[in-house]
């Protein structure tokens, strides 16, 4: 009969999970409960190995996993040891996605599913649970210190909802948005940057009235769309448009339809517009096929972002690409990685211009 262990009994292998991983987690929850403690020693690899039913090798590995996660320590000579600093944070089992929807149509969402979709898909590959939370009605009780919260766009009158999520979870970070006063790390795209690059693709094109469409105006990304569209008009000797948001994109927001036909149809039409949206975009070309106008000859349009479902429309829409499956990626990096990030600090990616067919030079 074999020796009876404070390790436990040999692991049961998991197909969605590497061996290292359960080796990892087992030893996180012996010193999470206390069976050692800080500065307390642990046996040797080669103990570890045969209670646990693995080889040296996959011991070690997780050892050193632990290790650089500050849980334990190593003296050479002497042994592995848990640290003794009480707030070396246990390495994380899981992370949850917050996002600023409701789950199911978070999934469905252009935007909201790359960012999940991804963040999954990184999850899956650092053997982590992945699993998303209602904003309004979040699970506290799946959250804990070996959990990582990702708040994704997350508005910034929902602060409280985001501060009790971080008072429980190991580690946060906040992904697709930028609130200054915002106490964890970020990742975002640079939408100011993005905005000036449609600009100065259109003014490139010869165009001056240069019109502002966007949803959302309490959106982070929003409001860094607009403050970019702004500068470069200015920048460039170009006056602005005065903003119209959409409060709805599901074809209801009737009020801001009739602001965008009075734009099309004004004293002072615009030859081109920055949709800072791709359902903006959508929205933009649908009416201005009610009012014959024609794209890109009468009116070019560019759109911030580019699903899929734009290689259903024409003419092809020139768009403003993010980055959005690398800002999942960094996102959960920075959870596995820093122990105290900086506070507010933002890491930005930069996004790209898309030359397609809904921009021409101006129309004589």
């Not at 001056?208 to 959106?219: K, Q, S």
């Amino acid at each position: 009969m074999s020796p009876v262990t404070p390790l436990g009994d040999p692991l049961d292998r998991s197909p969605d999970k590497p061996t290292h991983q359960l080796v990892r987690e087992r030893l996180e929850d012996l010193v999470r409960q206390g069976v050692y403690e800080p500065g307390s020693q642990l046996p040797g690899e080669p103990e570890i190995a045969a209670a646990l039913g693995v080889s040296r090798m996959t011991a070690n590995r997780a050892i050193l996993a632990l290790v650089a996660d500050g849980v334990l320590e190593r003296a050479k000579g002497k042994g592995t040891f848990v640290s003794q600093s009480p707030r070396a944070p246990l390495g994380l089992r899981r992370v949850v996605g917050v996002a600023n929807e409701d789950p199911s149509y978070a999934w469905e969402d252009f935007y909201f599913g790359v960012l999940l979709s991804s963040l999954s898909r990184a999850c899956q590959s650092e053997g982590l649970e992945f699993s998303v939370l209602d904003r309004l009605h979040p699970s506290l009780d799946q959250i804990d210190d070996s959990t990582g919260v990702v708040l994704i766009a997350f508005p910034h009158h929902q602060q409280t909802v985001a501060r009790e999520l971080a008072d429980r979870a190991g580690r946060v970070v906040a992904l697709g948005c930028s609130w200054d006063d915002f106490p964890w790390p970020t990742v975002d795209s640079d939408n100011i940057l993005g905005a000036g690059l449609a600009i100065e693709h259109l003014a490139g094109l010869g165009h001056r009235d240069i019109a502002y469409v966007g949803a959302f105006p309490e959106d982070s990304n929003t409001q860094d769309r607009w403050r970019g569209y702004e500068v470069q008009m200015q920048l460039r000797g170009l006056t602005p448009y005065r903003p119209l948001f959409f409060s709805r994109m599901d074809g209801s927001d009737e009020g801001t339809d009739g602001q965008v036909m009075d734009l099309l149809t004004g004293p002072r039409p615009p030859t081109a517009i920055f949709a800072a949206g791709a359902e903006v975009a959508l929205r933009i070309t649908s009416l201005a096929r009610r009012l014959d106008i024609r794209l890109p000859l009468d009116l070019s349009i560019v759109a911030y972002d580019e699903p899929s479902y734009f290689s259903l429309i024409e003419p092809a829409m020139t768009t403003i690409r993010q980055p959005l499956r690398e800002m999942a990626e960094n996102a959960l990096q920075i959870l596995l990685r820093d122990r105290t990030p900086p506070p507010g600090m933002v890491v930005r990616h930069a996004p790209t211009l898309v030359v397609q067919a809904s921009t021409a030079p101006v129309h004589p």
